[in-house]
């Protein structure tokens, strides 16, 4: 427990350490939590309209191929 | 439809690459992150001079790395982009802006945390510090123009330049401790005799130099594939509108 205790002062400069690696930690970590949110926000609108494409393709694709069933 | 989607084979094509590679670079960045924090907070020894605080320089100087490569990088993609009209180039620029931003901004917090120990202060305004801040700057600049045009060309056309024209101010960071009297530190890492570090310390920053960049690569793809869907939608959007 006393060797922690050592560890957390940090010879006397525990007030300058610990604060850089917290904010290192917390501004990388709310990057991450960002950019992975903006991209699920933006697949998430793009859903409707990818699958409105997609159908829009296979409706002209079966009627071009229907002509050729005939035959 | 006038809007022909070939044009977005490429951008399809570099999708599919990074997916690929995502899992990789992620890994690499967890485990590299836990052996770095580990190695530096405990294995390394305290410095003869500096104490304990020498443990600052394992999150200040790979910020401070990461936030110049990710200019030069963007500098390259942005001079891409203007030249052969890459699609990819400027949104992998727009893409980087904030990681840049978000390690230049830890590189001068931490570099103000270790400041005030070890020199008595926690800014000055000399060389080295005034030039990263104005890279912070830049980095901001770049992100508000891309806000504030409504065509995407014409934003990624102005956007591009800032950082062409910002870019001079990459080698001024690099050279501004031996260019100037400035109370940081000269070059210590990456000098032409070697590094002038002890490998106890040494080991520790690069393990965490080559997690902040695994970390960089790892939100650069999601970055990239969020633009590029991104545009997409624009896109979808406007054709619908034509309908």
Redesign the interface.
Known sequence: MAEFNEFLE????AA??W???L??AV??TL??VF??R??RR??R??KP?EER?QARRNRTRSSRTEPLNDT | MAIDFHKYANPTRFLRLASAVFPWVTGAAVLLLVTGLYMGLFVAPEDYQQGETVRIMFVHVPAAWMGMSVYTMMAVSAAAGLIWKHPVADLSAKAAAPIGACFTLLALVTGALWGQPMWGTYWVWDARLTSMLILLFLYLGYMALWGSFDDHSKAARAAAILVLVGAINIPVIKFSVDWWNTLHQPASVATLDGPKIHGSILTPLLVMGAAYMMLFLSVFIIRVKAEIMDRRLQIMKISQLQE
Not at chain 1, 10 to 13: L, N, Q, T
């Open positions: 940090m010879g006397g400069y300058f350490v604060p850089s690696y904010v290192s501004v990388l990057l991450v950019s992975v903006r991209l933006i697949e609108d793009l309209f494409r």
